[in-house]
């Protein structure tokens, strides 16, 4: 027996009643605040976004230039024409697009790569590209690089950026 409870032995009971008070304190604090705060705010207007990168690829036209291997090498082309991987390729390549540049000044150039080719291999369309926006007078061409991923029978499969 306990010398201090002539009841019995002392025990030791966790008294909630003030941790509840407690929370229901914080409870009515924070729905107070968040309802104060939610008339302070005034209606914002936000930009809409006008950035190229922004916009669907299907919203406007655009400049594709195809970098894809096959079984004998690897193949540049706009459209259905088709370029040669040396320097007189590349200047046709470049002669090709800047005359869409001089139609079009704002149109974008997307470079469409098969995701397995080495960087090597895509610089070429990114110099004609370069080129044509030099010869045209051009310094806001838009470039978008997407990777393409093939099925095991050689056609696209899935478009990543």
Known sequence: MSLLYSRGPAR?????????????????????????????????????????????????????VNVMADGTGTIVSLGARKFARDEKGTNDLALAIAERIRLDPSIPVDIRADRSLRYELVEPALQAISRAASQVGSQRVTIRVCA?????????????E
Request: aromatic share 4%; hydrophobic share 45%; no cysteine.
């Open 12 to 64: 030791i009971d966790a008294n909630l009643t003030p941790l509840i008070d407690l929370a229901f304190l914080l409870i009515v604090f924070f729905v107070l605040v968040a309802r104060m705060g939610g008339d302070q705010v005034p209606p914002v207007a936000l930009p809409e976004p006008r950035h190229p990168a922004t916009t669907p690829a299907g919203s406007r036209s655009r400049l594709a």
């Open 148 to 160: 393409i991923e093939r099925d095991d029978l050689g056609r696209e499969a899935t478009d990543h």
